[in-house]
């Protein structure tokens, strides 16, 4: 029998893409789905995946769960456990469109909450700190539920099947966000769970990847030592993980998170300037193990703005390009040039050099 | 009457010895000798420990060295080692000793152990068009680092050894080794940017230059211990234990004090050097604690203060102690590592194999969440580069190697050292047989070696997929175990291979 994701870990190749308008202005998923539909040959039909920001205005301070549910008795579990540690607001079926290709469906719910004051008066942790427990909690110990989204104002939707087909199904040209990624995966096995599409999702971080980390056990054994359990054994967790663990918890900036895990190299490093040497220095000393390596290539979506960072070889593809306020990523030049034939810059993201698109003020 | 029977034959070849005597003047065992007609070379093979100094230095090929080859009726049990043993005892009333380390066919875990390399899902990195970083830190690191609002670090980082490589020479002392011995490591430490270790015998005067590069240790004996040679070393070294004999101290026969030792050393010429089982100072964790923060006190918290302790049953939860007593360094030496003289009894049957105490022992770290402060250091016979690849997939920082650089020294592995008359001018205070030891010479084969070994561990990184050691540390699906039972792979924390 074949195992589920989680249970054995599965390489996969990908394509990768993403759109986000510095303008803050929404626009629909339709560009997206184009965009990623053109790499249809990089996947093979087993996984596929969006995240979008902005999507939810009217909830927009609130947590928003898109959870799968494999029966009822396992939504009856979850509602259970939410309803006791949220005030839920709303909550509904995700509504989706009959699509041909995509199979066996789980239940799919989204539920809007706020952490209750009760609740938190009781711990010192913050509101996020305690939902990604509840989220990680939930995960781990109710069968057959699984939490695969849980930022404020954002969403993943994802399913096995052709990333187009997925944008279909969810019916993504109905959203309006300020920030689109997406993901077609290539597993090299066939376990065809939900779950395991991507993008990976904790809080508001979302993750889209192409590649595999030949530094995945370092890694996760560096992150679990913090309370992350990487249940899924997927690369795309573990560094949704690293930069959760740097960013959320240790209070690192974005960008210098994504230099310790695409680090300069030592020969680099040694020819700074002193007080430049120190710093980059200290965080491959004290950061060794959250160093990735292999090929990889990322889009990280957060509250904070949208990360594309490559590997430090370049071994794997990725493309940039700008348009008015629209700024493009995607795995291959043509899945930009499908929907922007004529971009006033185009170029190759460089290896181990983080691109930052921080998010402007969101136009409702 | 013979009790026992030699272990070796020395077989002359007539046809090509010309008797010209440089095996007599070479054997400090006083295995080959002239005739009485001062011609004929004879030999009292009685003496011989096959360290092949004879063979290596005949300019005719003339000597070989054989198994003296005595039929024993067949025991499995009552071996003619058995037997040996229980005659020499019989003969003196002692307890046996031996040098180097462990001989006895445990499993050598090792070789059990197969490493990964990528195939189409990622591609391996050619090191010879790639950078492959193997730079090294050793020290406490702290949980995070802290930035103001300028982006500028505000974390002051606790004192961090770089090493250009994960390898370092481990404890020897002056007093074990001869002086152009160490001498030889230091030279080859240098060049290599990495670090020596002076063991218990003080830092001899001549070696000052090379203080930048080398270990001090504090153990037992206290010897050659003073504030300057704290202050001399990279990094302080407290010794609890040793793998090859853990739970005895160390002895230093009066005759190997000679003066230089004795300067050294701090001790008079001529006594015996005893260091005692345990430190007299430290009975328990509370008192390591002290000792490790009286020596950080007394060179200014400028040195990271690392603690060794032989791999034995429990060193997981004894090592978890250590690092939460302060020692920014752990070093764990397994039940292989070598020795200048042990008891063979405990050489041979105490401790347990650096393998899976490594392997536990970080494990145990992860799960206190506490790996990352400190660092690891294995010791404990690494043979070649892809044991010590092995031992950083499971979790070490570096590595400590001592009888391999002795090997490429000269040391044949006769497992004498306690005898003081090695051959090869390693494991000898003997002015005649020291000065054999070249360090101009020695050292660049020991550098030698060191840089090959750096090579393949490029290679095997980059056939990994990885480009930076700091990738493989702990990175345990890169290992498979081949032919162990599901409790080893449990303990190694890795798969079988085919899984």
């Known amino acids: 029998m074949l195992l589920r994701e989680g249970e054995v870990r599965i390489p996969s190749g990908c394509a990768i893409s993403a759109i986000t308008d510095t303008s803050g202005e929404r626009f629909s998923g339709t560009d997206i789905i184009e965009s990623i539909a053109l790499m249809h040959d990089r996947s093979n039909g087993l996984g596929g995946g969006f995240a979008a920001y902005g999507i939810y205005p009217e909830f927009k301070d609130l947590y928003a769960f898109h959870i799968f549910y494999d029966d009822n008795d396992a939504r009856v579990k979850t509602e259970e456990f939410l309803f006791k540690h949220y005030d839920i607001e709303y909550f509904e079926q995700i509504p989706t469109r009959k699509t041909k290709s995509i199979e066996k469906a789980p239940l799919i719910w989204r539920y809007f909450g706020a952490v209750p004051n009760s609740k938190m008066k009781k711990n ?97 054994r560096f992150v679990e030592q913090f309370g992350y359990r990487c249940n899924l054994q997927t690369d795309t967790e573990v560094i949704t993980y690293l930069f959760d663990l740097l960013v959320r918890r240790q209070g690192l900036k974005l960008d210098m998170s994504a230099s310790i895990l695409a680090a300069p190299e030592w020969t680099v490093i040694d020819n700074m300037p002193q007080k430049e040497k120190e710093l980059y220095t200290a965080l491959r000393t004290v950061y060794s193990s959250c160093l990735i390596n292999g090929p990889f290539s990322i889009l990280v979506g957060s509250k904070h703005g949208l990360l594309a960072l490559n590997d430090r070889l370049k071994l794997r593809s990725l493309i940039t ?3 008015g306020s629209k700024i493009y990523f995607a795995s291959e030049e043509s899945a930009i040039r499908i929907i922007c034939p004529e971009p006033e810059e185009i170029k190759a993201v460089e290896g181990g050099v983080p691109v930052f698109i921080p998010f402007a003020e969101v136009k409702d | 009457m013979n009790y026992t029977v030699p272990e070796f034959e020395v077989e002359r070849n007539i046809n090509r010895c010309i008797s010209c005597g440089a095996c007599v003047r070479q054997c400090s065992y006083e295995v080959h000798y002239f005739d009485d007609d001062g011609k004929t070379v004879l030999a009292d093979e009685s003496k011989c420990v096959a360290c092949h100094r004879c063979a290596a230095i005949c300019p005719t090929r003339a000597i070989k060295i054989k198994k003296y080859d005595m039929a024993y009726k067949e025991h499995s049990n009552w071996t003619p080692v058995m037997q040996k043993e229980i005659n020499l005892q019989a003969a003196t009333g002692g307890v046996l000793l031996s040098g180097m380390s462990n001989n006895k066919p445990y499993p050598i875990y090792w070789d059990k152990i197969l490493l990964n390399a990528s195939q189409v899902t990622n591609p391996s990195i050619d090191p010879l068009r790639e950078p492959m970083e193997i730079r090294t830190f050793l020290g406490r690191k702290p949980e995070k680092l802290e930035f103001n609002e300028n982006g500028e670090l505000k974390t002051k980082l606790p004192p961090q050894i770089q090493l250009e490589t994960p390898i370092m020479f481990s404890a020897m002392s002056f007093g074990s080794i001869s002086f152009n011995a160490q001498k030889s490591l230091a030279m080859a430490a240098k060049e290599l940017g990495t670090l020596f270790n002076t063991g218990e015998g003080g830092l001899h005067p001549k070696l000052e230059e090379f203080k930048d590069y080398a270990v001090v240790q504090v153990a037992s004996g206290r010897f050659g211990v003073h504030k300057g040679y704290l202050e001399s070393g990279r990094f302080i070294e407290i010794k609890i234990g040793q793998g090859a004999k853990p739970g005895i101290g160390g002895h230093l026969p009066g005759e190997k004090v000679t003066v230089e030792v004795s300067n050294a050393r701090m001790i008079p ?70 020795t200048g003289a042990a008891p063979t009894r405990i050489r041979d049957n105490v401790g347990i194999p650096i393998e899976l105490a490594l392997a536990a022992v970080d494990k145990r770290l992860r799960d206190e969440s506490i790996r990352n402060t400190v660092s690891l250091v294995a010791a404990g016979s690494f043979r070649n580069s892809a044991d010590i690849v092995k031992a950083i997939a499971l979790g070490a920082d570096a590595v400590y190697v001592a009888s391999a650089p002795l090997i490429a020294m000269g040391c044949h592995m006769c497992q004498q050292c306690h005898s003081g008359k090695c051959n090869w001018g390693i494991a000898t205070q003997r002015p005649d047989l020291v000065k054999r030891l070249n360090p101009e010479i020695m050292y660049k084969r020991v550098v030698n070696l060191i840089d ?30 081949i032919g162990l039972t599901e409790k080893e792979l449990e303990i190694l924390g890795i798969s079988h291979a085919g899984e």
Not at chain 2, 315 to 323: F, L, R
């Open chain 1, 124 to 220: 010192d942790y913050d509101d996020d700190e305690y939902t990604a427990k509840c989220v990680i909690r939930v995960n781990n110990e109710i069968k057959g539920a699984y939490i695969f989204s849980s930022g404020k104002n954002m969403g993943a939707f994802k399913a096995v099947g052709y990333p187009e087909d997925v944008g279909e199904y969810y019916m993504l040209d109905g959203y309006k966000a300020h920030t689109w990624t997406a993901h077609g995966r290539f597993p090299t096995n066939t376990p065809g769970w939900w779950g395991g599409a991507h993008p990976f999702t904790l809080l508001d971080w979302s993750i889209v990847h192409n590649g595999e980390i030949s530094s995945y056990d370092a890694n996760r």
């Open chain 1, 321 to 323: 390009a700008k348009k």
């Open chain 2, 269 to 338: 010429v001529g006594s015996d050097a005893i260091s005692p089982a345990p430190h007299h100072d430290i009975y328990s964790i509370e008192d390591l604690r002290q000792l490790i923060w009286s020596l950080k006190e007394a060179t200014q918290y400028k040195k990271p203060v690392a603690v060794k302790i032989a791999a034995v049953h429990n060193c997981s939860a004894i090592v978890s102690g250590v690092a939460r007593a302060g020692a920014d360094i752990i070093v764990m030496d397994g039940f292989r590592g070598g």
């Open chain 2, 452 to 481: 090959a070994w750096n090579h393949e561990i490029k290679e095997m990184l980059g056939g990994m997929g990885l480009n930076s050691i700091d990738s493989l540390r702990g990175n345990r699906l890169m290992l498979r175990g």
